[in-house]
C-alpha cells in the first residue's frame, strides 16, 4: 500500500523529526528562521510540522540549514535513503515518544502542584480541627 501523505505532511515530519533529534525547541527554530530573514514564529515552525501551511523552497532551503541537513533531506521519503519502511517507523514512533514524554511531564507538574495544594489544605483543616477541639476542651 502507498502511503497517502502529502509533500508538506512529510516535509512536517522530517522537520520535526530532525529538530527533536537535535533538542531545539520549536522557539529555537523559529528564532533562528528570524536571524536568517524569516518573519517566522514558534508557531510557524508548529503549523509548517503539522502540514497546515505551505513551504516555500527559500524556507526549505533555510530550514535546512537551521538544522545542519541538506533540503533534499526534508523532501525525500527516509526509505528512498535508508532502503526500508522501519526508518519512517522509528521517525513516526520517536515523535509520538517526545510527545508522550511532553505530555507525561506536564502531568508530573500539574500532579505535583495539585498535591502542594492538598498538603497545604489538608495541614489548614488539621490545624483548624485541633483548635475547634481545643475550645470544646475549655467549654467542658
Do not use: C
Not at 537551521?66 to 520517536?94: F, I, K, S, Y
Request: aromatic fraction near 4%; hydrophobic fraction near 40%; glycine fraction near 4%.
Amino acid at each position: 500500500m502507498r502511503d497517502q501523505r502529502t509533500a508538506e505532511q512529510l516535509t512536517g515530519e522530517l522537520v520535526r523529526h530532525h529538530r527533536i533529534a537535535r533538542g531545539y525547541s520549536q522557539q529555537v527554530v523559529a528564532d533562528s528562521m528570524v536571524k536568517l530573514g524569516f518573519s517566522w514564529r514558534q508557531t510557524t515552525v508548529a503549523k509548517t510540522e503539522a502540514a497546515e501551511r505551505p513551504i516555500r523552497v527559500n524556507e526549505l532551503t533555510a530550514l535546512a540549514r537551521v538544522l545542519d541537513l541538506q533540503a533534499h533531506q526534508l523532501v525525500e521519503e527516509p526509505e528512498a535513503v535508508t532502503g526500508g519502511r522501519l526508518m519512517v517507523e522509528l521517525l513516526r514512533a520517536q515523535s509520538r515518544l517526545a510527545e508522550a514524554e511532553e505530555v507525561a511531564t506536564r502531568a508530573v507538574e500539574e500532579y505535583d502542584a495539585a498535591k502542594e495544594r492538598f498538603d497545604q489544605a489538608q495541614a489548614r483543616y488539621t490545624a483548624a480541627e485541633r483548635e475547634r477541639n481545643g475550645q470544646h476542651q475549655q467549654e467542658a
